[in-house]
């Protein structure tokens, strides 16, 4: 069975992995930047329409707060069992 993230990125066409969304061009004035790179995760993960986080961290934890309550709890979250 395939772990969720290689289900989604094979399945859906539209799926992107983080790295996939800017060039390294675009990200190069926030490498240096920890704060401001974790700004742009955010944003991102609010805005994506299926947020899949790779592990439970505390970024994970308030983007589906932030979901749960933009959407009233139909946000679409995918949580992945890292214990395959």
């Known amino acids: 069975s395939l772990c969720p993230v290689?289900?989604?990125?094979?399945?859906y066409?539209?799926?992107?992995?983080?790295?996939?969304l800017a060039s390294v061009e675009e990200?190069?004035?926030?490498?240096?930047?920890?704060?401001?790179?974790a700004a742009l995760d955010y944003i991102?993960?609010?805005?994506s329409?299926?947020?899949i986080?790779?592990?439970?961290?505390n970024m994970?934890?308030?983007v589906e707060g932030h979901l749960m309550l933009r959407?009233?709890?139909l946000s679409k979250t995918i949580e992945i069992n890292t214990r395959l």
């Not at 290689?6 to 399945?11: P, S």
């Not at 986080?53 to 961290?57: C, D, F, H, K, L």
């Open 6 to 11: 290689v289900f989604a990125l094979r399945n």
């Open 13 to 20: 066409s539209s799926a992107a992995k983080q790295g996939k």
């Open 27 to 37: 990200l190069e004035p926030f490498v240096n930047h920890a704060s401001q790179m």
């Open 44 to 47: 991102v993960s609010v805005e």
């Open 49 to 51: 329409d299926v947020f």
């Open 53 to 57: 986080p790779s592990y439970s961290g």
């Open 60 to 62: 994970a934890r308030a």
């Open 71 to 73: 959407f009233s709890g």
